[in-house]
């Protein structure tokens, strides 16, 4: 929890407004669903509860909270003792590492990308629709600033698209 977030108003106040809440609460592909999507294009993501034995391989896993945010909460080089310390086992999975391959040219060498799209899926439509999308950058061990200090071409940049 955040205590260091000054909110100018009470989520408990009677208020005349639309929520668009935090995106743990609403999206329909997030982390949370990630466990019950099977095939080819998905990384292979166990819930804590539903995890019959701690794998003998854990340097090729993750350790992640079902609900945090830029990898706050995640075990980057895991250990036995790191899940077996977890108490709600509900809310953490244990997702295979992806391996990202620089494939980016920058003017001093390849980079590594991760492409994240936003959708929206309004109540009749067939398809969700396609709104923008953020691609990162990263010379470091994972995606994310804390990863990426004192590098160069790293960062947040989009990629343009068709429309």
């Not at 095939?39 to 003998?56: M, S």
């Not at 923008?132 to 698209?161: H, P, Q, Y």
Request: glycine share 6%.
């Amino acid at each position: 929890l955040r205590t260091d977030l000054k909110l100018n108003f009470n989520f408990t106040e009677q208020l005349d407004v639309e929520w668009a809440g935090h995106p743990n609460w609403f999206f329909r592909i997030s982390k949370f669903i990630l466990p019950m999507l099977k095939g080819k294009y998905f990384i292979e993501t166990t819930l804590l509860t539903d995890l019959a034995a701690i794998p003998e391989d854990l340097e090729n896993y993750v350790l992640k909270p079902l609900f945090s945010f830029s990898g706050s909460g995640v075990i980057f080089h895991v250990k036995r003792e790191d899940i077996e310390a977890v108490v709600e086992k509900e809310l953490y999975i244990l997702q295979k590492k992806v391996n990202y391959l620089p494939i980016v040219q920058s003017p001093d060498g390849k980079v590594k990308c991760e492409v994240r799209v936003l959708c929206v899926w309004k109540k009749d439509d067939a398809a969700p629709t396609l709104l923008c999308n953020l691609a990162r950058l990263s010379r470091g061990e994972m995606i994310g600033v804390k990863f990426n200090k004192d590098k160069d071409w790293v960062g947040g940049t989009l990629g343009l698209f068709e429309r």
